[in-house]
């Protein structure tokens, strides 16, 4: 399903069998994560993403064959495929931060193609095994909504006992409340979808905020914010106790939130990004999946010809749980 034109549907379209060059595996795509990030490439947002492109970029699948330099054992093994590529000389690749990375080559969905398709090829090293007992749909959003959300919980450093406010509780925010409470956190779940927050208190949270209708509760020690739009933002940062942390995990090229100077300095509240995941994020989510102490939260299913729907079940912000297309 090829994005053809921003902000115009995909279009099917039959194509040959990719070939893996050198350092690249060819994987049988079996299911693929639907992100809020696809909408904006969808939609043009994102500056890397050029048509002719097939998108999605939260993959799980097979490889069936391999290039030169790529040990055969691979061929036959399931494996799903972390996203960044680092140039692995740079002190961010170096020191595991290869989100990182200076110098960073092409990544599938953006700026090569993704998993919006029956096949397609990736560097060899970017495959992570698939353990046994692993569903292809749960480990393909392991690949960005888990370990993204894995990342933003590294960011804000939890403690025991701390109570940290998740905004957006949908594909990423899901994973968060649960990686929060393994961190001994207490979790309040904030969104405005009564359905998200029904989901979030089954999976561990202790309080749900309604913010169509209601207010964080004050003396937050962190908000992690997977919604990424000036309302959200500012509403973690305001309910923030001193020195308490704001971690920005979703984000709207357009959205600002204004900030005094004085407040910080006073408050030491603190304002930290929080870009993607590390190799070592993506490993840890699946070994916590693997030994049932984490629930990958699946939403609806799609299979490919259904690409279209399940980008507008996104724009909608429709459902709980990550939304995923799946082979047939």
């Known amino acids: 399903m090829v994005l053809r034109q921003f902000d115009a549907p995909l279009v099917a379209e039959g194509r ?10 060819l994987v049988r ?9 696809d909408l904006k490439g969808y939609k043009g947002v994102v500056a890397t993403i050029k048509p002719p492109r097939v ?4 993959v799980a699948g097979e490889v069936v064959s391999v290039g030169g330099g790529v040990s055969g054992e691979l061929v036959g093994q399931r494996a799903c495929i972390y996203l960044y590529r680092g140039c692995g000389v740079c002190a961010y690749c170096q ?3 290869e989100n990182m990375c200076i110098n960073p080559g092409p990544r599938i969905g953006f ?3 993704g998993g919006f398709a029956d096949y397609l090829v990736c560097a060899a090293d970017n495959l992570i095994a698939i353990p046994d007992g692993i569903e292809s749909d749960a480990a393909a959003v392991l690949c960005d909504a888990a370990a993204t959300a ?8 939890l403690k025991a006992g701390q109570r940290v406010a998740i905004l957006g509780v949908g594909g990423l925010g899901s994973f968060a409340v649960q990686l929060a409470k393994r961190a001994g956190a207490r979790v309040i779940a904030a969104d405005v979808k009564s359905e998200r927050l029904n989901s979030a208190r089954d999976l561990g949270a202790e309080e749900t905020v309604d913010l169509r209708s209601a207010s964080l509760p004050r003396g937050l020690d962190a908000a992690i914010d997977f919604a990424g739009v000036a309302q959200s933002a500012t509403a973690g940062f305001e309910a923030l106790a001193p020195d308490g942390i704001l971690v920005v995990t979703g984000y709207d090229p357009g959205a600002i939130f204004p900030v005094q100077t004085q407040t910080l300095a006073r408050t030491q509240r603190r304002v930290a990004g929080s870009r993607g995941s590390t190799r070592s994020d993506l490993r840890m989510v699946i070994d916590l999946v693997a030994r049932g102490e984490l629930r990958a939260a699946i939403g609806d299913h799609f299979t490919l010809s259904q690409a279209n729907e399940a980008l507008a ?3 909608a912000g429709a459902g709980v749980g990550r939304a995923v297309i799946c082979s047939a």
């Open 150 to 157: 894995a990342r933003a919980i590294a960011r804000a450093d």
């Open 111 to 113: 700026e090569r193609d």
């Open 95 to 97: 020191s595991d931060r």
């Open 16 to 25: 040959e069998i990719p070939i893996p060059g050198q350092g690249e595996a």
């Open 55 to 58: 998108l999605g970029h939260e």
């Open 313 to 315: 079940r996104v724009s």
């Open 29 to 37: 795509v079996a299911a693929c994560g639907v992100c809020g990030t």
